[in-house]
């Protein structure tokens, strides 16, 4: 299982670039499709997780899934296994470019790289918003939080505070009536 683990994360390490966003769509076709270790739901939460708790969210994912394939062991290997290329990657990059990053070929895959990330990214927040707008009242708190953060530029830690405490609010004090207009069937 160690090795398992080991070479899952490497594979979706050796072809991360752009951060943990990009990184979601290869999670999803090599541990929730192809080893079937975790759900998509459990995906979604760990993704959920691993963005709120301090570090990076490859690093939080990989630790969280191998802690639950194989204890604390499992977690530490998974690390490695998501860590492991882009230090080899970055170290090669930097032996070979040095401090020159002027190279039009270099610049050329780079480029694409760029474009190719901004696809991964897409298609999680997507998914993410697919599992995410469970209600109506979701869509209401999405569009307002939307709004307030392109036109008033307000700061997003006081979007999430005035998003938990409307999400607590529509429970505790709308009535059952409108709760249930709200609902998405």
Known sequence: MLMKLFTSFFKIGLFTFGGGYAMLPLIEKEL?????????????????????????????????????????LGGFIASLGIIFPSLIIITLIYN??????????????????????????????????????????SYIIFIAAFILLLIFDISPILLIILGALLGAAATFFLPNRIKSILEVK
Do not use: H
């Open 96 to 137: 070979f470019l040095g401090n020159s990053f002027d190279n039009p070929v270099i610049n050329s895959i780079f480029l694409g790289i760029r474009a190719c990330i901004i696809g991964l990214i897409a298609s999680s927040t997507l998914k993410i918003c697919r599992k995410s707008f469970i209600s109506g009242m």
């Open 32 to 72: 929730v499709e192809k080893r079937k270790w975790i759900t998509e739901d459990e995906l979604m939460e760990m993704f959920i997780i691993s963005q709120m708790t301090p570090g990076t969210i490859a690093i939080n994912a990989s630790t969280f899934i191998g802690n639950k394939k194989a204890g604390k």
